[in-house]
């Protein structure tokens, strides 16, 4: 259950349309909202108190463009790096959820650009939803969930119910990826709907009443699934992504995902639609 939002805004990209349309659906419509606005250090005072007011107008427009109930907003300025700040105030507010965009930078690419949404994505303990500055926001109708046997995908699916038990006509799109022919006969069946992985999530959507289509291709899972996200035209991806790191270096990025190595990094970059990355601390 999502009850507090935290969305981050430069002043550009598509996470402002993105919440927007988080808040048409009637699950969301309660949720308070936390719209962050970071003013990195300047070299002056006058520099310093420029960019203050620059943010603050940032805040203002950005809040009259959600057109949300006063009582259910918060404006907040902070002065800081962006990527510690937005980590510190997601702590700070105890956000369920995490809306950022996202330039949709390669590998190493977005360490030496110094990207703060990889940074935030490598650090957050919270669901994040990131938003490609260069994707088109549609109305959230069809929603699509990567499904294995974790526990963050098991979370994954449940969230994406919740979105579209309220929506009418919506469907759900359960995958469920055969990576290069590596399962075993019996593990992963012909026909997806009879999928043993996908039979208790095809219950869960069944119980709800939820419209749902199974898929269960072969191949790289985060090529297919990013594939299979154009084919069939779909509004939000929802992906488990477990933090692997050992508690040792919870303060360290996972170099293995910096290096986009791991499934939800490939998404994160190629998916043509906004990703919903759900957090565990499996």
């Avoid at 359960?174 to 095809?202: Q, R, Y």
């Avoid at 219950?203 to 996200?229: H, M, T």
Wanted: hydrophobic residues 40%; glycine residues 6%.
């Amino acid at each position: 259950m999502i009850e507090k939002i935290l969305l981050t805004t430069s002043g550009t990209g598509q996470s402002t349309e993105m919440l927007k349309a988080l808040m048409e659906i009637p699950a969301m419509q309660q949720a308070s909202v936390t719209v962050l606005r970071v003013v990195p250090p300047q070299v002056t005072a006058d520099a310093m108190t420029d960019k203050w007011e620059e943010g603050g107008k940032m805040l203002a427009t950005t809040i009259q463009s959600l057109n949300l109930n006063p009582s259910n907003i918060n404006a907040m300025l902070r002065e800081g790096d962006p990527k510690d700040v937005v980590c510190r105030v997601a702590d700070e507010v105890d956000t369920d959820l995490i809306i950022m965009g996202s330039r949709g930078l390669k590998r190493i690419q977005s360490i030496l650009e110094n990207s703060v949404s990889q940074y935030v994505f490598q650090l957050a303990s919270r669901p994040m939803l990131l938003v490609r500055d260069d994707i088109y926001v549609k109305k959230i109708n069809r929603i699509m969930v990567a499904i294995d046997k974790s526990e963050a995908a098991q979370s994954a699916l449940k969230l994406a119910l919740s979105f579209l038990r309220d929506i009418k006509g919506s469907q759900l799109v359960l995958v469920h990826t055969n990576p290069e022919m590596k399962l075993k006969p019996g593990e992963i069946a012909a026909n997806p709907n009879e999928d043993p992985v996908l039979i208790p999530a095809i219950a869960q959507a069944k119980q709800l009443g939820i419209n749902y289509k199974c898929v269960a291709p072969e191949g790289k899972p985060g090529e297919r699934i990013c594939q299979l996200a154009d084919e069939l035209n779909v509004d939000l991806l929802v992906l488990g992504s477990p933090d692997r790191r050992p508690s040792i270096a919870k303060g360290l990025p996972d170099l293995d995902r910096l290096l986009g190595q791991s499934l939800s990094d490939y998404v994160r970059v190629y998916a043509n639609c906004p990703v919903l990355l759900v957090r565990t601390t499996a």
